[in-house]
């Protein structure tokens, strides 16, 4: 996530900032907690990266990385009481940010070199969001060309070149499908054709136990099919 050239945690923090000051009715600054004595109001600081819950990426395109801004939002005078009492009101009303009461602990003051005072940690969901590789570029004219589709007939047979009938007949990946007639013969319709580059057609055959594939010529006029049982 990043807007005007902003990172993601510098937008995350922008955006609360302007959500704060709203919530509060004054402008709030940005910058660590100060003494009482030197302002009197709220300051906001971000304080924590937490990561969060991950999404895994398939293929190409990278899922971005998720993580939460928590920010320390702090009275610095008498005055900040209230305007902190319009922002914990406003947060717990529209949900739109979580808001932590663990900012009471004497260590993180201490860490600031300030006294302690009433505060909220408030967290902002952000991501760092992973460009999408680029489409390698076209670097000759594209040609389009509409393949034509014909139809395969032909026949199933024995060893003997006796017709098997109710073989199933079938072109794998499209759907198509058909059952050979008492005297072995088939037809499927639809089948794709490139005339410039012409090519096997594969077919697939099951019954009486049988599952075999064969490669067939489409320019065949009667293709004949010649299903043997297996040899042990």
Known sequence: MSTHGRGP???????LVA?????AGEPVPVGPPRACDDA??????????????????????????RFTVRHLLCVT???????????LTAATSDGRYPVVLEAGDAPLWTAFGTAPRP????????????????????????????????S???????????PLAAMRVELPGTGSATRTDPEGRFLIV?????????????LRLTGRG???????????????????????
């Open 40 to 65: 009197d109001g709220l300051t906001l600081w971000p304080m924590e990266l937490r990561s969060a819950r991950q999404t895994r990426s398939s293929g190409a395109v990278r899922e971005p990385y």
């Open 152 to 162: 395969l007939s032909g026949r199933v047979v024995g060893p003997q070149d006796q």
């Open 119 to 150: 505060a909220l940690l408030i967290d902002v969901a952000t991501q760092v969001d992973h460009p999408t590789p680029a489409a390698p570029p076209v670097l000759q004219p594209l040609r389009l060309r509409q393949l034509d589709v014909r």
């Open 77 to 87: 005078g008498p005055a900040g009481l209230p305007r902190l009492d319009r922002v």
């Open 19 to 23: 959500w704060v000051t709203g919530a």
């Open 9 to 15: 945690i510098e937008t995350a923090t922008a955006e």
């Open 210 to 232: 049988l599952v075999l594939t064969a490669d067939v010529d489409p320019a065949e006029d009667d293709i004949v099919i010649v299903c043997a049982p297996p040899t042990h």
């Open 190 to 202: 639809g089948v794709p054709h490139d005339p410039e580059h012409p090519s096997p057609v594969r």
